[in-house]
T-cell receptor, first 114, second 116 residues
Framework: SQKIEQNSEALNIQEGKTATLTCNYTNYSPAYLQWYRQDPGRGPVFLLLIRENEKEKRKERLKVTFDTTLKQSLFHITASQPADSATYLCALASISGGYNKLIFGAGTRLAVHP | DTGVSQDPRHKITKRGQNVTFRCDPISEHNRLYWYRQTLGQGPEFLTYFQNEAQLEKSRLLSDRFSAERPKGSFSTLEIQRTEQGDSAMYLC??????????????FGDGTRLSIL
């Protein structure tokens, strides 16, 4: 069956370090992968989108990689700050969903400590 | 840019009652999505509209659930004869139609439904 896995345990890091979050998937052939941030009681906020033919995407302190052979995406936040503390969700879009339907992982909670 | 707005933010009702939620998408977005999210899980797709046409419905959307987008602008999601298991956050999102390309979805802050 199709499955998206993100680290279920919270990731605790010190301010200034690089946070690395993992998204693994099975039985999918996603054409696109998106990362969202979600704060408690709020809706997800879009961060980055990467296509299957792209290896890496960057935006300011954020970097996403997409390895379709390993079926994995890594999401990095460099020079992390306490304000980066949130839950981070990965989401896949595949041709079977007409590229419209996003399938989300359960998210990884990141806590950045001063 | 006013963003996606949802109303109400919170709804508490007794089991068996009907509830209706409203979503106002970003004005130039012709795609609108509904998701459901329970504690500790990611959003689960329920349905989506392209303008006023409802193009896909998840198997999660039982016959007690109905969604409409009558004029291709705002949308409503109605749940009839609510059950305990319907307690969740209901999220609405909108996006542009980029002719088959994937676009970011812009989410509202959801309606939290609690069934007593």
């Amino acid at each position: 069956s199709q499955k998206i896995e993100q680290n279920s345990e919270a990731l605790n890091i010190q301010e200034g370090k690089t946070a690395t979050l993992t998204c693994n998937y099975t039985n999918y052939s996603p054409a696109y992968l998106q990362w969202y941030r979600q704060d408690p009681g709020r809706g997800p906020v879009f961060l980055l989108l990467i296509r299957e033919n792209e290896k890496e995407k960057r935006k300011e302190r954020l970097k996403v990689t997409f390895d379709t052979t390993l079926k994995q995406s890594l999401f990095h936040i460099t020079a992390s700050q306490p304000a980066d503390s949130a839950t981070y969700l990965c989401a896949l879009a595949s041709i079977s969903g007409g590229y419209n339907k996003l399938i989300f992982g359960a998210g990884t909670r990141l806590a950045v400590h001063p | 840019d006013t963003g996606v707005s949802q109303d109400p933010r919170h709804k508490i009702t007794k089991r068996g009652q009907n509830v209706t939620f409203r979503c106002d998408p970003i004005s130039e977005h012709n795609r609108l999505y509904w998701y459901r999210q329970t504690l500790g899980q990611g959003p689960e797709f329920l349905t989506y509209f392209q303008n006023e046409a409802q193009l896909e419905k998840s198997r999660l959307l039982s016959d007690r659930f109905s969604a409409e987008r009558p004029k291709g602008s705002f949308s409503t999601l109605e749940i009839q004869r609510t059950e305990q298991g319907d307690s969740a956050m209901y999220l609405c999102a909108s996006s542009l139609d980029d002719f088959g390309n994937n676009q970011p979805q812009h989410f509202g802050d959801g309606t939290r439904l609690s069934i007593l």
